[in-house]
């Protein structure tokens, strides 16, 4: 088989335009998750702006639909392997307690196996069923080398739903991956690149792509021997910025292409990791950081799109913090 890539607003939430707007302080920094009043005018804030065209789509939805920006905590307990991803602070505060209904919208879990066995996934997340809590698998990730330049992800999801496997191409001349999903093609920043061994990030950003920009992963193809099985699983790269990457007497025209590509909403992330360091939230509970996510504000539950995107940016969280740490072993905060 071959795959061509190709609410009622809640306390964690605040308006595009608010945080468009924040984006000319210096510090660039997340307005408090508390901020839910807009000061500006979303359409005509952005039509100030002549670089972002409102005809472009963003996972195959108008940019202009985009009106909110949904803010996830990123939690762990001590014994727990892995992060927690809940809706909003009330929710960790709820749950602390035991109230019915109150579940976290993710849990990731790493594997030592990953390192020695590739089809061990170096990352899994499961989800809750938010009325019954049941918990079950929604993701594997898996780390594959696709040349001397470029290494990779490839994100399988559940059958249930209904999301197709996705690959992220990570740069190794470059602080950055791609990747696509819904039509768009998304670049990553804030990352340290494949090559280094070390990793000190504190924010992580996605932007997606105009068309005209090369990406590495332009006409990828994922060819599956065996039916949606890891094993085997054939990653074929063949456009112009990835030949460019794999050359050395090319890199310094790759990087022109990569620092030359146009960005959908200009400067502004669709999705973006935080760190907060190691902030104690309630009993037992720690806080690490925010997943802040650019959702359409009609949407009161929380849909594949956001999920699809916190995965990708708490993958690289987690690909930092094992370069952070200067080795390659699952430890969290």
Known sequence: MIQHMERPRRGSEESLATLVHSETNTSRSIAPPNEEDANDDLLSLLSQNTLINHQDLIMRHPVMAYTTVSNFPVVSSLMQNGVSVFRDVQAIIDYQMNKQNVHPLLLTSSSYLSLFKKT????TFHQ?????????EFCKVYFKILSNYVTSYVFMFSLASGIPPIVMANNGIHGSCDFSYADTNFRVTGISNSASIFGNSTKIQAFPLTKASKSLVDDLELIFPNENNIKNVKIILDNELARMVDHPASHHQALQAIQGALYVIG????????DKGNVKVGNNLHQH?????????????VENDTLVTCCVLLVLREQEYRKHKGNKKVVYR
């Not at 061990?120 to 990352?123: C, E, L, T, V």
Request: net charge neutral.
């Open 120 to 123: 061990s996934p170096f990352m």
């Open 128 to 136: 809750f069923d938010q009325t019954t809590g049941e918990k079950t």
């Open 267 to 274: 400067q502004r992330d669709f999705g973006r990791f935080v």
């Open 289 to 301: 950081g925010v997943l802040s996510i650019l959702r359409r504000e009609s949407l009161d539950i």
